[in-house]
């Protein structure tokens, strides 16, 4: 299922209040990110997949965040933020951030790098790896509710009652970082058409606008929500944020039930469309990825593809990019991955 672009009367500059100020990103921030980002990782790489190319039927671009240190995009935000506050000593006692688990490695692997301590919550049957990951990074793991919203809204009262500095997932200080990965794609890959982007609380895609419209490119941005947890496409079809009461998915990077409200206005204001994927679509997707590219991504890293999968008649004869954001899939989920493999190599 597909959301058409609603007519809105937002205005094209987008401005973002933090700490009581307004702040225009700008190249130079994307930038100066950049440079804080390659002092800790390299850039990701980019790559065109024939065999991806044969089984869609266009020029396949496959953006590979799943190659990052802690094995997605997340990280980019994470450094650009914490060196922020480490710099201007805004969290004394430390931070804290709600996750289901890449958000949560991001902060833990670069609290530890400035010297904060860091406070991760998941909810209760969080992925075990994930968890041992954030761990491993020194993150102090909490668990609390039953979904990521109630794990949120815990971190929120610990933010007021231990002086702690909660990292949202979607801030100007954190979006300049991540948006330093679609400008690496978009200056490395001429004429993209279309570029898909798989939507958790937003601060992909609306990075990737934010670097499409200041580049003057004229490529679709196009977002991918799960079926069983559409709050984001509900939201672009009404034009405002819409919640939902659960969001059940195997792709916990997407499991939003509650959009952030400025992520929203810029997404209903710049995005192409926004494309609804199953669960099975979802693993399909995964397998596929596997045989034509080698790579294991999590169930948020094969939504892009996965929608690419859904439009392939629509993208026909285009040249087109993929979101790889994420490689840290459960292991837990492979035996639902592996008859999509028998499958697709029959």
């Known amino acids: 299922m597909t959301y058409s672009k609603p007519s809105l009367a937002f205005p094209h500059s987008w401005n973002v209040a933090l700490w009581g100020r307004l702040h225009i990103l ?5 930038e100066a990110a950049a440079r804080i980002i390659y002092a800790h990782m390299p850039a990701t790489p980019q790559h065109r ?10 020029e396949v671009w496959v953006k590979h965040e799943n190659h990052s240190p802690i094995g997605c995009f997340k990280l980019r935000g994470g450094l650009s933020y914490l060196s922020y506050l480490a710099e201007a000593g805004l969290a004394p006692n430390g931070v804290i951030a709600p996750t289901r688990g890449n958000h949560g490695q991001s902060i833990a692997y ?3 790098l400035f010297g904060l301590p860091a406070y ?4 209760h049957g969080n992925g075990p790896e994930k968890n041992a990951a954030m761990r491993a990074h020194g993150a102090i793991l909490i668990e609390h ?8 809204e815990f971190a929120i009262g610990l933010e007021q009652s231990k002086g702690l500095h909660m990292v949202r997932s979607f801030t100007p200080q954190l979006l300049r970082g991540v948006a330093t990965y679609p400008l690496e794609l978009l200056r490395s890959v001429e004429d993209l058409d279309a570029i898909y982007v798989p939507i958790g609380m937003g601060s992909g895609i609306c990075a990737t606008l934010l670097a499409r419209d200041l580049l003057g490119v004229h490529t679709q941005v196009i977002g991918v929500v799960a079926d069983g947890a559409p709050s984001y496409a509900l939201s672009f079809e009404a034009g405002h944020v819409v919640t939902t009461d659960t969001a059940e998915t195997v792709a916990d990077g997407l499991a939003c039930r509650s959009p952030d409200p400025g992520a929203t206005k810029l997404i209903c204001e710049r995005a192409e469309r926004i494309v609804r994927v199953t669960d099975e679509e979802i693993l399909a997707a995964a397998a596929l990825m596997l045989r034509a590219t080698h790579n ?3 169930g948020a890293g094969a939504a892009a593809l996965a929608a690419l999968t859904k ?9 087109v990019a993929v979101i790889a954001s994420g490689g ?5 989920l492979l035996p639902r991955l592996l008859p999509f493999l028998v499958v697709g190599g029959e």
């Open 145 to 152: 509710g039953d979904d990521y919203q109630q794990a949120r």
């Open 26 to 30: 700008n190249l130079d921030d994307i």
């Open 49 to 58: 997949w024939p065999l991806l190319g044969e089984a869609l039927g266009c």
């Open 311 to 319: 439009e392939r008649e629509v993208m026909r004869g285009k040249k």
């Open 296 to 298: 294991l991504v999590e």
């Open 120 to 123: 991760i919550v998941v909810p």
């Open 328 to 332: 840290n899939l459960d292991t837990s």
């Open 110 to 112: 670069a609290s530890r």
